[in-house]
């Protein structure tokens, strides 16, 4: 049973380039999440996707935007980086379930430095 | 929003003796209370979870505690070990924020042999 994968492990990019990043959710989930976790910080929510769609954004710019599929593994694009998009991006997957989808997985991160 | 404090930033404790992490949070919606441990460099990793309809709950040496009425929870490491040695995490989320969760700043742990 695979967990949470995520893809690069590591990039670097120069300021006002593009990225993408990519998950694929714990095998059974359904949902997935983004965060952003700068250095010494904890996790900061981006948005989550839910059946395809945008379901809940956190306080992040429009320049950050994903998208998931039908295989429910997603993508989290970054348009005209700046140098404080330098980060670990971590993706969580979840189950809506009774509860929610509350329990969530992180996966290894992407390492994120723009310079 | 939701904001969630977390308490003390950094803790050292000797191997044995046991460790105590404090949160709170200011959303009376939340429901939902995990605490993950992110080793350096690794993923954060869900160690315990609660929800609002429990007072406590026990794995082994790790416990957590809810107090719904004051809004904070707390972590309890029992005998500890070297291999505690980590960042803890605490969170909080509530079905009107589709469970997004809000993080504390994160507590150091350090367990000294």
């Known amino acids: 049973d695979a967990g949470v994968t995520q893809s690069p492990t590591h990039l670097i990019k120069t300021r006002g380039q593009q990225v993408t990043l990519r998950c694929s959710p714990k095998s059974g989930h359904d949902t997935v999440s983004w965060y952003q976790q700068a250095l010494g910080q904890g996790p900061q929510f981006i948005f989550q996707?839910?059946?395809?769609?945008?379901?809940q954004r956190g306080n992040f710019p429009d320049r950050f935007s994903g998208h998931q599929f039908p295989n429910y593994s997603s993508e989290l694009n970054v348009n005209a980086l700046l140098l404080g998009d330098s980060a670990l991006y971590l993706c969580?997957?979840?189950?809506?379930?009774?509860?929610?989808?509350?329990?969530?997985?992180f996966g290894p991160g992407t390492r994120l430095t723009v310079l | 929003g939701e904001n969630v404090e977390q308490h003390p930033s950094t803790l050292s404790v000797q191997e044995g003796d046991s460790a105590v992490i404090k949160c709170t949070y200011s959303d009376s919606a939340s429901n939902y209370f995990p605490w993950y441990k992110q080793e350096l460099g690794k993923r954060p990793q869900l160690i315990i979870d609660?929800?609002?309809?429990?007072g406590e709950k026990k794995d082994q040496r790790i416990a957590v505690t809810l107090n719904k009425t004051a809004k904070h929870f707390s972590l309890h490491i029992t005998e500890t070990q070297p291999e505690d040695s980590a960042v803890y995490f605490c969170?909080?989320?509530?079905?009107?924020?589709?469970?997004?969760?809000?993080f504390g700043k994160g507590t150091s742990l350090l367990v000294t042999p």
């Open positions: 996707y839910y059946e395809e769609e945008e379901r």
């Open positions: 969170a909080a989320s509530n079905p009107d924020s589709g469970y997004a969760l809000n």
């Open positions: 969580a997957s979840s189950l809506a379930g009774p509860y929610g989808t509350d329990t969530q997985y």
């Open positions: 609660i929800r609002s309809n429990v």
